[in-house]
């Protein structure tokens, strides 16, 4: 009798062993990308990185921006499209992450909202890393604001952010400030030239 409650005993935990491992692995990376917060931080350039001290971030680390000499840190990773060059701002069409040392069979990606892109791929990059790109929509406007959120990937790991910018489709208050006055000149040079010529 002994020996049969011992053998039930063994089964039971050989059974159990698997469903108590299962809870223990971690979850796939994932990346996010979404609406926005006014205390966003600027990006400025089409090429920069973001990286995840903790590698979720902004669960448990802030998002630490890179652009060319300058580092800005993000709490809550939200930013804004200031992509400026020459007094033009530019729309974010597409984003393209670089992901180095991860194989994207491991990755996956969703959209928080498709309020700026309509789809997300998952795909190998040229230099052995993940490509994560989100496409589609209408894109992020000059000064929109996003977020990006990043899930179960390793410490410090670095995120090569390329954005496909175009000329927004708003211009910029100082632009239309400009092409308004010029209208207003010309129709009050008009209306001078009728006066003196009647």
Do not use: W, Y
């Not at 800005?72 to 180095?100: H, M, Q, R, Y």
């Not at 996956?108 to 890393?129: E, H, I, M, Q, W």
């Not at 910018?165 to 632009?175: G, I, Q």
């Amino acid at each position: 009798m002994k020996s049969l409650r011992i053998a039930a005993l063994s089964l039971l935990v050989v059974l159990c062993a698997p469903l108590a491992q299962a809870s223990t692995i971690p979850p796939d990376p994932v990346i996010r990308q979404g609406g926005g917060d006014p205390s966003a931080s600027p990006i400025f350039t089409a090429d920069f990185s973001i990286l995840s001290p903790s590698g979720t971030s902004p669960a448990t680390s802030p998002c630490i921006l890179t652009e060319g000499s300058f580092k800005f840190t993000s709490p809550t990773c939200f930013f804004e499209d200031d992509i400026n060059p020459s007094g033009t701002g530019l729309a974010i069409t597409k984003l393209v992450f670089d992901i180095s040392g991860i194989s994207p069979k491991s990755i996956s990606c969703a959209l928080l909202n498709k309020l700026d892109f309509t789809s997300c791929s998952v795909g190998p990059f040229d230099d052995g890393g993940t490509m994560v790109t989100f496409s589609g929509g209408p894109g992020i406007a000059f000064h929109g604001d996003f977020t990006l959120n990043f899930v179960a990937f390793p410490e410090n790991t670095s995120f090569g952010g390329v954005a496909t910018a175009s000329a927004s489709a708003v211009p910029e208050p100082n632009t239309l400030a400009l092409f308004l006055a010029g209208i207003g000149a010309l129709l009050i040079g008009r209306r001078l030239r009728a006066r003196r010529l009647s």
